[in-house]
């Protein structure tokens, strides 16, 4: 692994742990030559996925963009970023496991707006807002009222 401060090539892994949910390793690693210590996150990779766009562009499917998206989701909300890895590691496991190599952009929203529905109603409709493209204050009233009629049994 380089060394991200000085680029040396032949760091050390000082020390390594597993994830709570078992499908990632954090390693703590050391530069002999700067003495610099950096953190890195291994993930298992079934296969190579590629994400099929809206306009039918095909781009390889990138973990930390999906991460990324639930963070903006989650941001200032009571959610430990252990539930965002975890959350982030199933959707992930979840794609893989359809056997699919290209899967559609809006069936990986799919799968996070599940997911957030069940982890923070709040970051569901702030999801919900960018995949479904709403452009006005009567799509989100639209869409609240749909998830308190569906909480309410409607």
């Known amino acids: 692994?380089?060394?991200?401060?000085?680029?040396?090539?032949?760091?050390?892994?000082?020390?390594?742990?597993?994830?709570?949910?078992?499908?990632?390793?954090?390693?703590?690693?050391g530069c002999p030559k700067c003495h610099a210590r950096f953190s890195t996150v291994e993930h298992v990779q079934l296969r190579d996925l590629t994400v099929i766009k809206k306009d039918g562009t095909r781009v390889p499917f990138e973990r930390d963009k999906l991460?990324?998206?639930?963070?903006?989701?989650?941001?200032?909300?009571?959610?430990p970023m252990e539930k965002i890895s975890s959350l982030t590691n199933t959707i992930v496991r979840e794609l893989e496991q359809l056997g699919e190599p290209e899967i559609q952009s809006a069936e990986i929203g799919s799968y996070v707006m599940d997911a957030l529905l069940k982890l923070d109603k709040v970051a569901y409709i702030r999801y919900a807002s960018v995949y479904k493209n709403f452009s006005s204050t009567r799509d989100f009233e639209d869409f609240v009222s749909d998830l308190t009629g569906k909480k309410d049994g409607k």
Do not use: H, W
């Open 1 to 29: 692994m380089k060394c991200p401060f000085c680029g040396y090539n032949d760091t050390q892994v000082k020390d390594s742990r597993p994830s709570e949910d078992g499908t990632s390793i954090r390693r703590r690693r």
């Open 67 to 79: 991460e990324y998206s639930i963070k903006l989701a989650t941001r200032k909300r009571d959610v």
